[in-house]
């Protein structure tokens, strides 16, 4: 496997609950980490638990052109390339279809879809100057197999995963790598605004994704992890 130590890191989503606790792990392990997130509070609070200067943080919505060029901006005064992109952003809107709104689809694509796009067309051509890199998107579960009443997060997280493929294969003669993880239900803030009767005592708790993230990490030079699967022990079949 390969260490994290030293690696240049940027981790988006890094206020959420899966993000928080990937940035911990990374920070433990000796990698250069630049965070990111929505929430500034929440943002500030990280950056100060692992010690980072204010150069290794920036608040950003990345569904913003301009805000994803400011970070851009940021991170590369800060470090002089990206050998890791963990997209750890996004949102859930989990609702039938008679109560889904148009807002509620283009927010959905906005953050699940249009960010990833403004995010990985700003950074891959720094991997793409050194040709290699790693890329990790979380699709999630329902990126790969459907769900009643995530029609909007299905859209996004389906085109997610078909956009990534597609770049994959423009840079398939270098070493840079995508790996996707597909979680089943993890317990995090993600279920407080979604009106379902869930069991989130059986879910995946955020550190195990992180865990999983973490050693998406350290893939070994010689080959790709193409994608993972994590799910609730009683949620095994796909």
Not at 15 to 41: D, K, M, V, Y
Not at 64 to 87: K, P, T
Not at 174 to 193: M, P, Q
Request: proline share 3%; charged share 20%.
């Amino acid at each position: 496997m390969e260490t994290i130590k030293g690696k240049q890191i940027l981790l988006t989503g890094a206020t959420g609950g899966i993000g928080a606790q990937t940035a911990r792990l990374l920070a433990a392990g000796g990698a250069r980490l630049f965070i990111t997130g929505r929430n500034e509070a929440k943002l500030s609070a990280l950056a100060s638990e692992l010690n980072l200067p204010s150069s290794q943080y920036y608040c950003a919505e990345l569904s913003d052109e301009a805000q994803v060029r400011a970070l851009h901006q940021h991170y590369f005064s800060a470090f002089s390339g990206v050998d890791i992109l963990i997209n750890a952003s996004g949102v859930g809107i989990i609702r039938p279809l008679e109560q889904l709104t148009e807002a509620d689809l283009m927010q959905s694509l906005r953050s699940n879809l249009i960010a990833p796009f403004l995010l990985v067309k700003a950074f891959l051509p720094a991997m793409k100057e050194v040709k290699k890199g790693l890329v990790i998107n979380i699709p999630g579960v329902l990126g790969k197999v459907p769900m009643a009443g995530a029609a909007a997060y299905c859209a996004s997280k389906y085109g997610l995963v078909g956009m990534m493929q597609s770049i994959r294969e423009e840079v398939k003669r270098t070493e840079i790598r995508f790996t996707n993880i597909y979680l089943g239900g993890v317990d995090s803030a993600f279920w407080d605004t979604i009106d379902l009767r869930v069991q989130r005592d059986k879910m995946i708790q955020a550190e195990e994704a992180a865990r999983a993230i973490w050693f998406l990490c350290q893939q070994p030079a010689s080959g790709v992890v193409s994608e993972m699967v994590l799910q609730p022990f009683n949620h095994q079949a796909i």
